[in-house]
């Protein structure tokens, strides 16, 4: 009888070392209707991407659009992303997730439909299909809310805040919107800044908002009504909480040292920021809280792994003049390694004044 | 109203209170102490009484609502300032000071009267963004540790009748914005009193009096300004433009500088209408060279774009190369129909227009100039046909 088993667990096992028992997913990526070469696909364990974990699997299509990429049997999800300059000159960031997710990956090669990347951001809205989109009402304490606005994001796993949307648009003199999508899965955010502004973190006594029914699936051809969107004041303590909830909460792995401007002398007030990737553009997966008035700082972290480390006088948007800037400069590429449960120690990181 | 009562408590008490939201209307009067920050709801309105001393020993004053505030004094270490969110015009401050507070004034969005109001020992006295159309008439910002003044982020707010004075880096910077009006100001004894930098940056300057200044006014990085009618007197160079600024430089006086005008790296002005008498050197030409231009320009840009990026790494594409590029090299800045006064005009009379200037100095003086080991011939100016009298006497109106 052991004999017999061990003879089909064998078989099995030989079954999967053969090239007829490797699994994976392909497919095509299409732009406007066609082809498009040197994208980038990447396969996540999760539908929504957590920005502080690398994707379990990257490849790129060739000249003809296409993909493969090897993958064992299991759940996963795609995303097909690309950075281009158009023919105007502008830098273009063209995205999607996969329409077919969560994608089942049993036995061979797993074909994916084609599916379109969509242009993304500030040089380039989402192109809507027509008659497609959203439309509803923002309120606050049950009163339409002018000016506010209404973002629409593709992924929720930036937590509906930052530049990340894909589209943006105001609210009329009666509280309505309407915005036009391509089809597919949105997530919705509003706000109202007590300043008029559309970008920024919102402060205590802003109003503020997400959607309650996201995510929204929006199908070619239709326009979802949401009816009342309602917005409620941030409270100022909530705000703290969250904000030692999130990026500033302690964790058992961190970086330490300080922050001093050319002459040595501590730069105090300048937050240090960790990248995972190594462009250290973008988001930063985590920031510490302001340096002290020693220059000294304490950037918890969620794990082990290479971050890389920069530090700035304040976050979001380009770089102004009378900020302070620098790098962790211990190797070139402003990376460091950390084992999960350590306090690695960084030493001094300067940062210089920009004007 | 508890929030209200506890402010109340405040006011008559002399011990420091913490965070308060006002959310009704509230009348401060005396001297009250602040421990944080607080914060005026949108719908409330603070007024402060003449006379009123305000002491902040932690936060600011936030206000998203109305306040009003006349000869009032608000004070502290190194505290928060005073924050105006999307403020109307009949939020108004008046003749009050502003002091000790990292940024003294921080206005984003909203169209709040600043009048009168002097801003001193802050780390920055005001900073105008968020596209705000803000008005700010009569103020001195003084001996403020970085900036004056800065605007920012696309205002459109109008500076005038101010002053700006002993500032530790700039009097006023205007950053990627474009006031309504910047004139009748006086910027005097700055290290720079009027930084106008970035493309996009394309204000009319005009009719203001910059004294005793390292710099009386500097232009960079692909700003576009309208200098018109301004007074520069005394400063170590009255006008500099720098790395691709191509202002229209009109209708000035600039007298007892060291240098009038100095332009470097691809900047291609036009300098018409001014007099230029009395400097030390009236237009320097450095680093200025077509040829560098076309071999370097865009190389040279594209890195100070990457160096936008907060880490160096990532290029920001809001301004094309195309938009930035000069439309012309001829190897010549344009000068032409300038007074450089009554010496110059002899000398002019005497060497015609194919001669050196001594006021003058660019590529007839210095030929070439050397950039990563490779020379460059240096770019001239075209100073004929000029002006044989004074061309501003009665024009010049500055304060």
Redesign the interface.
Not at chain 2, 308 to 317: D, E, I, L, N, T
């Given at each position: 009888m052991l004999r017999h088993c061990l003879t089909i667990l064998a078989a099995v096992l030989l079954a999967a070392c053969t090239p007829e028992g490797e699994t994976g997913v392909e497919g095509t990526l299409l732009f406007r209707d066609r082809p498009l070469a040197g994208a980038q696909v990447e396969v996540y364990l999760k539908g929504e991407k957590d920005r502080s974990t690398l994707p379990f699997a990257v490849t790129s299509t060739d000249e003809r659009g296409r993909y493969r990429v090897s993958v064992p049997p299991g759940r996963y999800f795609l995303i097909g992303k690309k950075k281009e300059t158009a023919p105007g000159g502008q830098v273009r960031m063209l995205m999607a997730e996969c329409p077919a997710n969560p994608l089942e990956v049993a036995a061979g090669t797993k074909q994916v439909a084609p599916f379109s990347l969509r242009e993304m951001g500030r040089d380039g809205a989402l192109v809507p299909d027509r008659d497609t989109g959203v439309a509803g009402r923002v309120t606050a304490g049950g009163e339409p809310l002018s000016g506010a606005f209404v973002y629409v994001y593709t992924e929720g796993a930036s937590g509906l805040m930052g530049p990340s949307y894909g589209e943006a648009v105001q609210t009329d003199a009666d509280g309505t919107f309407s915005v036009g999508l391509p089809a597919g899965r949105y997530f919705l955010a509003a706000r109202k800044r007590a300043d008029g502004s559309r970008m920024g973190e919102p402060q205590a006594g802003d109003l503020n908002g997400t959607y309650p029914g996201n995510p929204l699936q929006v199908e070619k051809g239709r326009t979802v009504q949401l009816g009342a969107f309602a917005l409620k004041a941030v409270d100022a303590g909530e705000r703290l909480e969250r904000l030692r909830q999130g990026k500033f909460a302690r964790t058992e792995t961190s970086f330490s040292g300080r922050l001093v401007d050319q002459d040595g002398e501590p730069a105090p007030g300048v937050y240090v920021f960790a990248y995972l990737d190594s462009r250290m553009v973008g988001k930063p997966t985590y920031i510490s809280a302001p340096a002290g008035d020693d220059g000294g700082f304490r950037l918890f972290l969620g794990g082990g792994g290479t971050y890389f480390v920069g530090a700035r006088s304040a976050y979001g948007g380009p770089l102004e003049p009378g900020e302070w800037v620098g790098t962790f400069d211990g190797q070139p590429d402003h990376g460091v390694t950390v084992r999960r449960g350590e306090s690695a120690p960084l030493g001094d990181i300067v940062v210089r004044e920009v004007w | 109203m508890i929030r209200l009562l506890a402010l109340l408590a405040a006011v008559l008490l002399p011990a420091p209170v913490l965070?308060l939201?006002l959310s009704g209307d509230t009348r401060w009067q005396g001297a009250i102490d602040f421990a944080e920050t607080v914060?005026v709801?949108?719908d409330a309105v603070l007024t402060v009484a003449p006379g009123t001393l305000v002491t902040f020993r932690g936060g600011g004053l936030?206000v998203?609502g109305r306040l009003q505030a006349d000869g009032a004094r608000f004070t502290g270490q190194d505290w928060d300032g005073i924050v105006l969110?999307?403020c109307g015009a009949e939020t108004l401050l008046h003749d009050c000071i502003v002091e000790g507070a990292r940024t003294g004034i921080l206005v984003?969005?909203?169209q709040p009267r600043l009048e009168g109001l002097t801003l001193t020992d802050n780390g920055?006295g005001m900073e105008l963004r968020?596209k705000t159309d803000a008005s700010v008439s009569g103020c001195s910002f003084r001996n403020n540790a970085?900036?004056g003044l800065?605007v920012?982020d696309e205002a459109t707010a109008a500076v005038i009748g101010s002053r700006f004075e002993g500032n530790g880096?700039f009097g006023a910077?205007i950053?990627r914005a474009l006031p309504r009006r910047f004139s009748g100001n006086v910027l005097a004894g700055n290290p720079t009193g009027l930084?106008v930098?970035h493309f996009g940056s394309d204000p009319r300057i005009e009719g203001n009096r910059f004294e005793q200044n390292g710099l009386g006014i500097l232009v960079d990085r692909a700003a576009k300004p309208v200098l018109a009618g301004n007074l520069l007197r005394g400063n170590g160079t009255g006008i500099r433009l720098y790395r691709r600024s191509d202002p229209r430089v009109e209708g000035n006086r600039l007298e007892g500088n060291e240098v009038g005008v100095s332009v470097a790296f691809s900047s291609y002005p036009l300098l018409v209408g001014n007099d230029l008498a009395g400097n030390g050197t009236a237009l320097l030409l450095e680093f200025q060279s077509s040829d560098w231009e076309r071999a370097q320009g865009s190389v040279a840009r594209e890195a100070q774009a990457s160096a936008?990026?907060?880490?160096?790494?990532?290029?920001?594409?809001e301004v094309?190369?195309?938009e930035r590029r000069p439309r012309q090299l001829s190897g010549t800045v344009d000068a032409r129909g300038n007074w450089w006064g009554t010496d110059g005009t002899s000398e002019l009379a005497r060497i015609g227009s194919e001669g050196n200037p001594s006021f003058i100095e660019d590529g007839r003086d210095t030929p070439t100039f050397v950039d990563a080991g490779k020379s460059y011939p240096l770019d001239r100016a075209l100073f004929a046909p000029w002006s044989g009298k004074p061309l501003t006497t009665d024009t010049i109106d500055t304060p």
């Open positions: - | 965070a939201t914060r709801e949108s936030e998203a969110k999307g984003r969005g909203g920055v968020q970085k900036v800065f920012k880096r910077y950053y930084m930098s936008r990026g907060a880490f160096g790494q990532s290029s920001r594409s094309t190369e195309d």
